[in-house]
Structure formats: structure tokens, C-alpha cells
């Protein structure tokens, strides 16, 4: 039986990512939930935009999860505007 060594750095940063994904997968599904029962496009981009300034004023969008929303799933721009 082999025997892993991990450092605490890798281990923190590990759970940091685990915590991004938690938080990033909180963000899309209260996003989904917008945009199955509204049918305004006009509407939903508000209430969107409301999710995402609620996360951000938690201060749970870090730089991690900033990322993940930026680049993977191109949902916001730079100035935390919905697409």
C-alpha cells in the first residue's frame, strides 16, 4: 500500500477549489431556476444580475470562483455584469 504525503499548501488549496466550484454551482443553479420560470429576457437579465451582486456582497465571489465564472462559463464580464 503506497502512502501519499501532501503538504497543508495543497490541501488548502484544494479545499479553496472545492469551495469555488460549491459556490459557483450555487450561482448557476439559482440562475437556472431564474431563467425556467420567468419568461422575460429583459426580467431574468435583472434578477441575474441580482444573484450575482448578492453573491459578490456576501463576498463569496473570490478570485476562484471569479475565474470559473469569467473564462469557464463566460456568464460575466469584468465588471461583474451579466452576459
Known amino acids: 500500500m503506497k502512502k501519499f504525503i501532501v503538504t497543508e499548501e495543497q490541501l488548502n488549496n484544494f479545499f479553496e477549489i472545492k469551495k469555488a466550484e460549491k459556490t459557483c454551482d450555487d450561482i448557476l443553479m439559482s440562475i437556472h431556476r431564474n431563467i425556467k420560470y420567468l419568461n422575460e429576457s429583459i426580467l431574468q437579465k435583472k434578477i441575474n444580475q441580482d444573484v ?32
Open 52 to 83: 450575482i451582486n448578492t453573491y459578490k456582497r456576501k463576498n463569496l465571489i473570490t478570485s476562484k470562483v471569479y475565474e470559473m465564472l469569467v473564462f469557464k462559463y463566460k456568464l460575466i464580464n469584468k465588471n461583474y455584469e451579466i452576459l
